[in-house]
């Protein structure tokens, strides 16, 4: 996601300065993929962010989180500690310096079950998940900050998609068209019946954009939000079936060896629509495939056996961090510099 939100802030914003703030977890700690976008980069911890950080500073965009369900299990409460407790001192800490937007990405994940028609803001959330709960957490607890002056937008989004330079691999939409790459097969575990709104990671940029220059009588000061489209709520096995008719000779199977995911959930976007006209999703769902078979297509890291990659799976790269004693079990760095 940073790479791709830094170039389109450059894009669409290009006299902003841009300060990145990073733990380094993923790719090159000391040359991160977005550091020829950003003004200045800094390597450090969420937890321990200092206060002059926002010196001079009008927007904060947090996307710094344990991400995703399998590491959220794994370190619940890391999770817990970086993804809600981290996200309500950063809040106060940028209302209290007098930064004008909080951007926090939260997950349409926060619905959990769907039963019904798509899950409005005003329905109730039933998280099934540490990842789920601590952002449906820090949502709850950012109503109850002191912002000031300060707008926040937290920004529930569908499912993450897409292109990348620093690609993630253990989504979704992105594995279904690495596996069609690498072996000319599918396979889902699962019935594939499960829904799930999807969201190219271009779109997630410009839905940020869009809150950056939010002003409070758009919304309320403090705004949860569905961030995508309408459009764009699939069952798992409709990607699938879609990632094989753009990647010839890819092979479905749908095998229906696990239980239904009950992770299952459909999303209305119409809020965001409406307040958000001329920010909404732009890249289809073909266009996203296409954009990461081309750009996989042509990276010989990509192989068969991707799922165990350091590179492109987040659990396996904090995994090898730990056994290597860079990272201890709180996912602390205990070398100067990681590599």
């Not at 904060?60 to 370190?75: K, R, T």
């Not at 220059?213 to 069952?235: F, M």
Request: charged share 20%.
């Amino acid at each position: 996601m940073g790479p791709v939100l830094t170039d389109y802030i450059a894009t669409m914003l290009p006299h902003a300065k841009i300060i990145g703030f990073d733990a380094g977890f993923y790719g090159q700690p000391d040359n991160p993929p977005e550091a020829s976008k950003v003004t200045s980069q800094i390597r450090g911890d969420i937890r321990d962010v200092p206060q002059d950080i926002f010196e001079g500073v009008s927007s904060v965009v947090h996307l710094a989180a344990i991400s995703n369900d399998p590491i959220g299990n794994q370190f619940k409460c890391i999770t817990e500690e970086i993804n809600w407790r981290s996200t309500m001192r950063l809040a106060q800490m940028a209302a209290d310096a007098g930064v004008s937007s909080f951007i926090f990405a939260s997950s349409c994940s926060v619905y959990g079950e769907y039963q019904g028609q798509p899950k409005k803001e005003t329905d109730k959330p039933k998280p099934l998940s540490p990842y789920a709960i601590s952002k449906l957490g820090a949502e709850r607890d950012l109503a109850d900050i002191h912002p000031g002056e300060m707008t926040v937008t937290c920004l529930r989004f569908a499912t993450a998609c897409g292109w990348s330079s620093h690609m993630r691999l253990d989504l979704v939409l992105n594995d279904f068209v690495a596996s069609a790459i690498t072996s000319n097969e599918i396979t889902v575990l699962s019935d594939g019946t499960s829904w799930r709104p999807i969201i190219d990671v271009e779109d997630m940029a410009r839905a940020m954009v869009w809150a950056i220059g939010r002003p409070s009588e758009v919304g309320q000061q403090v705004l949860c939000i569905n961030a995508g489209s309408n459009d764009s709520n699939y069952q798992i096995k409709d990607l699938a079936t879609a990632v094989s008719q753009i990647i010839p000779s890819t092979k479905v199977s749908i095998v229906g060896e696990r239980q239904p995911d009950k992770r299952s959930y459909a999303v209305d976007f119409s809020l965001f629509q409406e307040l958000a006209p001329g920010f909404q999703p732009a890249v289809t769902l073909i266009q996203s495939i296409e954009r990461m078979r081309n750009g996989l297509s042509q990276n010989a890291s990509v192989t068969e056996n991707f799922r165990t990659s350091d590179e492109f799976i987040r659990l396996n790269q904090l995994r090898a961090h730990i056994e290597e004693g860079r990272l201890d079990r709180k996912l602390r760095w205990q070398v100067k510099h990681p590599a």
